[in-house]
Protein backbone atom coordinates (compact mmCIF):
# COMPACT_ATOMS: atom_id res chain seq x y z
CA UNK A 1 0.00 0.00 0.00
CA UNK A 2 1.44 3.48 -1.30
CA UNK A 3 1.79 5.77 1.88
CA UNK A 4 2.45 9.51 0.89
CA UNK A 5 3.45 11.64 3.47
CA UNK A 6 3.41 16.12 3.23
CA UNK A 7 5.40 18.41 4.43
CA UNK A 8 6.63 22.21 3.82
CA UNK A 9 3.60 23.81 4.19
CA UNK A 10 3.60 26.93 6.72
CA UNK A 11 2.40 30.60 6.74
CA UNK A 12 3.73 33.40 4.52
CA UNK A 13 3.18 36.84 3.22
CA UNK A 14 1.79 37.33 -0.28
CA UNK A 15 4.69 37.43 -2.31
CA UNK A 16 6.66 35.01 -0.93
CA UNK A 17 7.46 31.28 -1.88
CA UNK A 18 6.75 27.95 -0.11
CA UNK A 19 8.01 24.31 -1.22
CA UNK A 20 5.59 21.33 -0.82
CA UNK A 21 7.43 17.91 -0.77
CA UNK A 22 5.23 14.68 -1.13
CA UNK A 23 7.33 11.38 0.30
CA UNK A 24 6.45 8.61 -1.11
CA UNK A 25 6.86 5.04 0.81
CA UNK A 26 8.06 3.29 -2.51
CA UNK A 27 8.25 3.69 -6.41
CA UNK A 28 5.39 5.81 -8.01
CA UNK A 29 6.34 4.70 -11.87
CA UNK A 30 4.20 2.32 -11.97
CA UNK A 31 1.45 4.95 -10.99
CA UNK A 32 -0.35 7.26 -13.58
CA UNK A 33 -0.27 10.60 -12.06
CA UNK A 34 0.88 11.90 -8.87
CA UNK A 35 -1.04 15.10 -8.25
CA UNK A 36 -1.68 18.19 -5.61
CA UNK A 37 -4.88 19.10 -4.19
CA UNK A 38 -5.74 21.78 -2.37
CA UNK A 39 -9.38 22.60 0.48
CA UNK A 40 -9.47 26.03 1.39
CA UNK A 41 -11.98 26.51 4.26
CA UNK A 42 -15.47 26.28 3.12
CA UNK A 43 -14.86 25.09 -0.60
CA UNK A 44 -14.29 22.08 -2.50
CA UNK A 45 -11.39 20.34 -2.97
CA UNK A 46 -9.60 21.11 -6.21
CA UNK A 47 -6.86 19.67 -8.24
CA UNK A 48 -3.76 22.36 -8.21
CA UNK A 49 -1.22 20.34 -10.72
CA UNK A 50 -0.34 16.70 -11.64
CA UNK A 51 2.60 14.91 -12.69
CA UNK A 52 2.97 11.63 -14.76
CA UNK A 53 6.08 9.70 -12.80
CA UNK A 54 7.36 8.27 -16.19
CA UNK A 55 7.04 10.76 -18.67
CA UNK A 56 7.37 14.03 -16.26
CA UNK A 57 4.25 15.46 -18.40
CA UNK A 58 3.14 18.12 -16.14
CA UNK A 59 -0.69 20.08 -15.76
CA UNK A 60 -1.64 22.96 -13.52
CA UNK A 61 -4.86 24.89 -13.25
CA UNK A 62 -5.01 28.16 -14.77
CA UNK A 63 -5.04 30.01 -11.13
CA UNK A 64 -1.35 28.75 -10.77
CA UNK A 65 0.34 28.56 -13.86
CA UNK A 66 3.41 30.38 -13.62
CA UNK A 67 3.61 30.49 -10.40
CA UNK A 68 3.54 26.77 -9.50
CA UNK A 69 5.71 23.91 -10.83
CA UNK A 70 5.49 20.45 -9.75
CA UNK A 71 8.45 18.37 -9.86
CA UNK A 72 9.43 14.72 -9.43
CA UNK A 73 12.50 12.84 -8.21
CA UNK A 74 12.44 9.45 -9.26
CA UNK A 75 15.61 8.57 -6.76
CA UNK A 76 14.19 10.04 -3.79
CA UNK A 77 10.30 8.95 -4.60
CA UNK A 78 9.78 12.56 -3.81
CA UNK A 79 7.14 15.00 -5.81
CA UNK A 80 7.49 18.57 -5.13
CA UNK A 81 5.81 21.70 -5.22
CA UNK A 82 7.41 24.93 -5.24
CA UNK A 83 4.60 27.99 -5.32
CA UNK A 84 6.37 31.23 -5.68
CA UNK A 85 4.48 35.13 -5.75
CA UNK A 86 1.55 32.96 -3.03
CA UNK A 87 -1.82 35.16 -3.18
CA UNK A 88 -4.41 35.09 -0.04
CA UNK A 89 -6.18 32.56 -2.21
CA UNK A 90 -3.73 30.29 -2.40
CA UNK A 91 -4.36 29.73 1.54
CA UNK A 92 -5.90 26.12 1.85
CA UNK A 93 -4.56 22.70 3.11
CA UNK A 94 -2.65 20.78 0.58
CA UNK A 95 -3.28 17.31 -0.35
CA UNK A 96 -0.35 15.09 -2.22
CA UNK A 97 -2.60 12.23 -4.71
CA UNK A 98 -1.74 9.20 -6.27
CA UNK A 99 -3.63 6.56 -9.02
CA UNK A 100 -3.28 3.67 -10.36
CA UNK A 101 -6.17 3.77 -12.36
CA UNK A 102 -5.97 4.34 -15.81
CA UNK A 103 -7.00 8.13 -16.24
CA UNK A 104 -8.37 10.00 -19.55
CA UNK A 105 -7.81 13.04 -20.07
CA UNK A 106 -10.59 15.12 -18.06
CA UNK A 107 -9.65 12.85 -15.08
CA UNK A 108 -6.31 14.40 -13.64
CA UNK A 109 -8.16 16.72 -11.32
CA UNK A 110 -10.90 14.43 -10.62
CA UNK A 111 -10.29 13.87 -6.84
CA UNK A 112 -12.79 10.33 -6.96
CA UNK A 113 -9.67 8.84 -9.55
CA UNK A 114 -6.90 9.12 -6.61
CA UNK A 115 -7.38 6.44 -4.27
CA UNK A 116 -3.83 7.34 -2.39
CA UNK A 117 -3.58 10.35 -0.15
CA UNK A 118 -1.20 12.04 2.13
CA UNK A 119 -2.59 13.64 5.42
CA UNK A 120 -2.31 17.23 3.89
CA UNK A 121 -0.31 20.03 4.83
CA UNK A 122 -1.97 23.57 5.43
CA UNK A 123 -0.06 27.02 3.54
CA UNK A 124 -1.39 30.30 4.54
CA UNK A 125 -0.95 33.06 3.26
CA UNK A 126 -1.50 36.32 5.13
CA UNK A 127 0.43 39.33 5.96
Known amino acids: QLQLVESGGGLVQPGGSLRLSCAASHSTLDYSSIAWFRQAPGKEREGVSC????????LYINPVKGRFRITRDSAKNTVDLQMINLKPEDTAVYYC????????????????????WGQGTQVTVSS
Open 51 to 58: IEPRTGDT
Open 97 to 116: AATDKELQPWDFFSDDKYNY
